[in-house]
């Protein structure tokens, strides 16, 4: 089988690295890395096809060893710029065989032409995605990107429940220890619950349990009370 050998071939380079539901013929398959032609190319006079990426790298290895460039199917000397041609025939035939989606392994049961592979996967519940909100670096199935985005996210923003600010959620356990808008219970454990920007003035002027000074100290009385036994 042609997937069989392309997952024992360590380098991988151009071909199609998917599953295919049928065989795939050797005309179009790349002797090189032995998968699915890529970017097929085709070259003159001896009508090899290989992958672009492929051939291009048997290329460079062959120019950094400073040897003649030749066809790696037979050894026939080549022209880079005159022996080598775009095969778009063969193209258009391996795009037209049918694959199965690179998600199966997670639950995905599509399957349809090569061809329609990337606009299967820009809506494939089981794609691998990035969290949509800012600073976020999760990544996670599509299928569960909206609940994430909106619920359990620590960079998705909200808003304070007792103040307008609004910021990521991961943030306001924080705010909300400084929220002037949060309602506290009195320091003095008067009973009240007041809002915490209003402690100084409930302490100054209403709680009960605050020691004030007597209303003659001006005359001198050094006595203080509790404001309730005022």
């Not at 003159?44 to 992958?51: A, K, N, Q, S, V």
């Not at 062959?62 to 030749?70: A, P, R």
Request: glycine share 4%.
């Amino acid at each position: 089988m042609i997937m069989a050998e392309a997952q024992q071939n360590p380098l991988r380079l151009g071909g199609y690295n998917d599953e295919f539901v049928e065989e795939i013929e050797d005309d179009y398959v790349c002797p090189i890395c032995t998968l699915p032609l890529k970017e097929a190319v085709q070259t003159r006079p001896c009508g090899h096809r290989f992958c672009k990426a492929c051939i291009d790298a048997h290329f460079a290895r062959q120019e950094t060893d400073g040897q003649q460039l030749n066809c790696p199917g037979c050894r026939s000397n080549l022209n880079r710029d005159q022996d080598i041609f775009e095969d778009l025939a063969a193209d258009r035939k391996i795009l037209s065989y049918t694959i199965k989606c690179p998600r199966r392994s997670r639950g995905c049961q599509w399957t349809d032409e090569l061809r329609a592979k990337d606009d299967h996967l820009a809506y494939c519940l089981h794609e691998i995605v990035s969290c949509t909100n800012k600073n976020c670096n999760v990544k996670l199935e599509r299928k569960g990107l909206q609940d994430h985005v909106a619920t359990k996210c620590d960079w998705r923003i909200i808003r304070c429940k007792f103040c307008p600010v609004a910021q990521p959620a991961l943030h306001m356990e924080a705010h909300q220890k400084v929220c002037p808008k949060l309602p506290v219970t009195c320091p003095q454990k008067c009973g009240m619950t007041i809002l915490r920007e209003k402690v100084a003035d409930h302490k100054e002027n209403e709680c009960a349990l605050v020691e004030i000074s007597c209303p003659y100290s001006k005359l001198g009385c050094q006595k203080k009370f509790q404001r309730k036994k005022k």
